[in-house]
């Protein structure tokens, strides 16, 4: 089974840029899909975007959309959240884990998540 583990996040200003990694063990990571989801003080786990196993295929939230980029180095195993034109609302913990086909529906374990905090 794949185990992820997620970098990158930080404090910026509104407006800015972050860009979140998830590094991932295994041989065969090519073949899973993966998405990031987030979870802000005191909400539920949201999805956020993800991508196919050979990145061909990727999906966004819509609170996201334009904004957001996923994408993914298979030699390295690795998936990227690229963020820009962050808002204050962007505020929360960032995860990633593989996903089912429907792309939203994430099956794998958990890891610590990455803090991505955005100041106004």
């Known amino acids: 089974q794949v185990q992820l583990v997620e970098s990158g996040g930080g404090l910026v200003q509104a407006g800015g840029s972050l860009r979140l990694s998830c590094a991932a063990s295994?041989?065969?990571?090519?073949?899973?899909?993966v998405g990031w989801f987030r979870q802000a003080p005191g909400k539920g786990r949201e999805f956020v975007a993800s991508?196919?196993?050979?990145?061909?295929?990727?999906t966004y939230a819509d609170s996201v959309k334009g904004r957001f980029t996923i994408s993914r180095d298979n030699a390295k195993n690795t998936v990227y959240l690229q963020m820009n034109s962050l808002k204050p609302e962007d505020t929360a913990v960032y995860y990633c884990n593989v996903v089912s086909k429907s792309f939203t529906t994430p099956w794998g374990s958990w890891g610590q998540g990455t803090q991505v905090t955005v100041s106004s």
């Open positions: 295994g041989r065969t990571f090519s073949t899973y899909a």
């Open positions: 991508i196919s196993g050979s990145g061909g295929t990727t």
